[in-house]
């Protein structure tokens, strides 16, 4: 992953630990309900989905992953449910783009769902991230994440359209 993309989700991961440590309403679920909205990719090779759930008193968030392999490509699919979701939407809105040396940021609303793609520069990097649920006052929302290696920006949003977003939505919304 370029160094664009390290930084974005380090931004994100801070943001999403710092949420941790203020107590919000339980989830209740599994992540094992989200494997079912993975797909195959044709021409790809895929891993099976895995998952995680982490709790601490009066907090819970879960995560789904499946990652898929062509040649040199690769692809990692994630559904996140809980702060960490939400933490990199909370300053954003539709409409706004970030540009650096190093890539661009949009965000943009696709058929209902609010959507960001990052575009790393140095080297075909990138990812689609769509906002499923949550908002500004929502600490427990949901995101489906799309991230690659050596896959520009335009094969991966086509990609991720394949996918049925609206699954993901059904499914993380029952786990809370």
């Not at 989830?27 to 990719?41: H, K, T, V």
């Not at 939400?86 to 943009?108: N, Y």
């Not at 696709?110 to 075909?124: C, E, H, P, S, Y």
Request: aromatic letters at 10%; charged letters at 20%.
């Amino acid at each position: 992953m370029d160094i664009f993309l390290r930084r974005a989700f380090s931004l994100l991961l801070v943001a999403g630990f710092f949420l941790l440590s203020i107590h919000g309403p339980a989830l209740a679920g599994s992540y094992e309900d989200l494997y079912q909205c993975f797909r195959d990719i044709p021409g790809w090779n895929a891993e099976k989905p895995t998952g995680m759930a982490a709790q601490t008193p009066g907090f819970k968030m879960i995560n789904a992953s499946r990652e898929y392999m062509k040649g040199d490509n690769s692809l990692e699919v994630t559904v996140l449910i809980g702060p960490q979701a939400m933490a990199s939407w909370m300053p954003m809105v539709e409409e706004t783009r970030i540009t650096t040396p190093e890539g661009e940021i949009k965000f943009s609303r696709i058929d209902g769902f609010l959507v960001q793609t990052i575009n790393g520069k140095a080297r075909a990097s990138s990812s689609v991230m769509v906002q499923l649920s949550g908002g500004k006052d929502d600490s427990n929302g949901a995101m489906l994440v799309f991230t690659s290696d050596n896959v520009p920006l335009e094969k991966l949003y086509s990609m991720a359209r394949t996918f049925d977003w609206n699954c993901f939505k059904k499914k993380a919304a029952s786990v809370k």
